[in-house]
């Protein structure tokens, strides 16, 4: 006999359908084996029940045996049946009308499997189908019955019985086809529904992922304001100082000339700051700016460095090897950089000199801003170039100074740290890969 199969559902992958085929394949051997069984057991009980012929019956049961067994090796070691699963079921159609015919027509017990043949049929081959074969089934049914049932009854009550069990084999076609219905219709709207919340999903992500860009944006725009108010306070300090002296003439001779070399140099260097700001608007929202590479001689680099810190001549300790050297990089980067270092180191040493130590060697560009304040407590060396961290009080900015630092190191692809100076104080190391020139 054959059993109902699953039909198969939209989206499934090959791979997947195999394995099922396979058992519903075994399932349906396991099942004609048993109907076998069975009618090999009705007909050793009751051997008179074999209306048709007691030889005949066990011929028939001989042969469906064969059959079931034939299947069941070819199942359990191939792995698949020789023959198509449709062909199969409608040879169990056959074979149980037949066995009715023999163990009893309208009477026989067997009649039970003719409906799970039907259902069979009317899954693998659709509702249409199903209904053809139960029509064909019921007929064949009868005229089992009309011939194998015993003469006693009534010819009358065999054709109703055959036209009962026709109607009963429709009606399951008929209510398999509307299951199936069902179950495809439910299978769609699990699918819909699937479909609807996956992209649900994904317009949750979607959302998501521009409410963070758009904070991001937020953030990068506030932190860029930061850092023009930081990084323009210095330079608009000495031009102010500078100007005021320049204009009441205070400054004479030498004085008068360093002032405004000073001048142009913060000019030139606020210049670099409002690119950097126009970068910000038009590109990825850094507070960094846009990378300006240049020749840079190291010499002027330091002196324009503790210039813009506004360290005094007594107090500078510049220091450059070699002494005519220079760099391929961008100035307005670097300068800034260790503008903010040097502004630090001035403002925790009281009246102690700042040493600014500049090295180039091969591809690296090697700077130490060394101090003599009170150094760093153990452990907080990678805590204070976090942003929002001062050293010191220092209002409007605080905390940018050395976030800045880090983050201007970062953009160069450097590594800036911060060391204990022998003897007390603080050295900030930055060692810079430079591009070729």
């Given at each position: 006999m054959s059993t109902p199969s699953i039909p198969a559902v939209p989206g499934h992958r090959r791979r997947e359908e195999l394995p099922e085929r396979t058992t519903e394949e075994r399932t349906a051997v396991v099942l004609r084996l048993c109907v076998v069984v069975a009618a090999a057991v009705l007909v050793a009980v009751r051997p008179?029940?074999?209306?048709?012929?007691?030889?005949?019956?066990?011929?028939?049961?001989?042969?469906?045996?064969?059959?079931?067994?034939?299947?069941?090796?070819?199942?359990?070691?191939?792995?698949?049946?020789?023959?198509?699963?449709?062909?199969?079921?409608?040879?169990?159609?056959?074979?149980?009308?037949?066995?009715?015919?023999?163990?009893?027509?309208?009477?026989?017990?067997?009649?039970?499997?003719?409906?799970?043949?039907?259902?069979?049929?009317?899954?693998?081959?659709?509702?249409?189908?199903?209904?053809?074969?139960?029509?064909?089934?019921?007929?064949?049914?009868?005229?089992?019955?009309?011939?194998?049932?015993?003469?006693?009854?009534?010819?009358?009550d065999r054709i109703v019985a055959g036209v009962w069990w026709t109607g009963f084999l429709l009606a399951t076609a008929v209510l398999v086809g509307v299951l199936v219905r069902l179950l495809e219709r439910q299978l769609v709207d699990i699918a819909t529904t699937r479909a609807r919340a996956e992209g649900e999903h994904e317009r949750y992500l979607s959302e998501r992922a521009l409410r963070d860009r758009i904070v991001s944006q937020s953030r990068a725009r506030l932190d860029g304001a930061r850092v023009v108010l930081h990084e323009f306070r210095t330079p608009v300090a000495s031009l102010t100082a500078l100007s005021a002296d320049l204009a009441q003439e205070r400054l004479t001779g030498d004085a008068a000339r360093t002032a405004a070399r000073l001048l142009a140099d913060h000019a030139a260097h606020l210049q670099d700051m409002l690119d950097g700001l126009a970068d910000l608007a038009v590109a990825d929202g850094s507070p960094l700016g846009r990378d300006r590479p240049r020749r840079v001689p190291l010499a002027d680099l330091a002196d324009g460095v503790l210039d813009a810190a506004g360290i005094s001549a007594q107090r500078r300790r510049p220091v450059v090897e070699p002494a005519d050297g220079a760099v391929h990089c961008d100035?307005?980067?670097?300068?800034?950089?260790?503008?903010?270092?040097?502004?630090?180191a001035a403002r925790h040493s009281g009246d102690e000199p700042v040493e600014l130590y500049l090295e180039h060697r091969g591809s690296t560009l090697t700077a130490e801003v060394r101090d003599r304040g009170p150094g760093?407590?153990?452990?907080?060396?990678?805590?204070?170039?976090?942003?929002?961290?001062?050293?010191?009080?220092?209002?409007?900015?605080?905390?940018?100074?050395?976030?800045?630092?880090?983050?201007?190191?970062?953009?160069?692809?450097?590594?800036?740290?911060?060391?204990?100076?022998?003897?007390?104080?603080l050295t900030a190391r930055l060692t810079l890969p430079l591009p070729p020139a």
């Open positions: 008179d029940s074999a209306a048709g012929g007691l030889t005949a019956a066990v011929a028939l049961i001989a042969a469906a045996t064969v059959y079931a067994l034939a299947l069941a090796a070819a199942a359990v070691w191939r792995g698949a049946l020789p023959v198509r699963p449709a062909v199969l079921t409608g040879v169990d159609g056959v074979l149980a009308v037949v066995a009715c015919g023999l163990t009893g027509g309208v009477r026989s017990p067997l009649v039970a499997a003719l409906p799970l043949v039907v259902i069979a049929i009317a899954l693998r081959g659709g509702s249409g189908v199903g209904r053809i074969a139960a029509v064909v089934l019921g007929t064949g049914f009868t005229a089992a019955g009309l011939l194998g049932t015993d003469p006693a009854v009534a010819v009358a100035p307005q980067r670097l300068r800034r950089l260790l503008t903010n270092l040097a502004e630090n760093l407590p153990a452990g907080q060396e990678g805590l204070v170039t976090a942003k929002g961290v001062a050293l010191g009080e220092r209002r409007g900015t605080a905390g940018l100074g050395l976030w800045i630092a880090e983050a201007l190191a970062s953009a160069m692809d450097g590594e800036l740290s911060l060391l204990p100076r022998d003897g007390g104080g």
